[in-house]
């Protein structure tokens, strides 16, 4: 199974965070895109940032489902993207949210992702159950 690895990768705490998970998940047999382990950006030239957001893109649609890391009280601006990008195009996401922080009083995350992340996990144990258990014909409850 392809897993599109959505994370926050923009201090050196997440970057380790991710290649942790990352491995984790490769440990379990998964197949794992993370876009820290591909290109950044070396100049401020729109060619090269529309070079990235392609390959972003087509790792999502070569992805069979999407593990978002959710951590903060705010979701990452582009993990939020990449869920709603996945949304739209019917891959199944699972958030991961080990942080015990919360958007509000009445939700964890934002409700825009919320709705689109009907598996939220706790820890990444919980996450790889998740994964295990499932099926490309099913949706993620």
Known sequence: MRIFLAAPLFNEAERDFNSKV???LRKEGFEVWLAQEHKFVEDHS???KQAIFNEDLDALNESDI???VLDGVDVDSGVAFEIGFGYANKKPIVGLKTDHRV???VESINLMLEAPTPKLCKSLAEAIDVLKGYDRHDDIQ
């Open 66 to 68: 999407i593990l978002a």
């Open 103 to 105: 958007f509000s009083r």
């Open 46 to 48: 729109i060619r090269m």
């Open 22 to 24: 990352a491995a984790t």
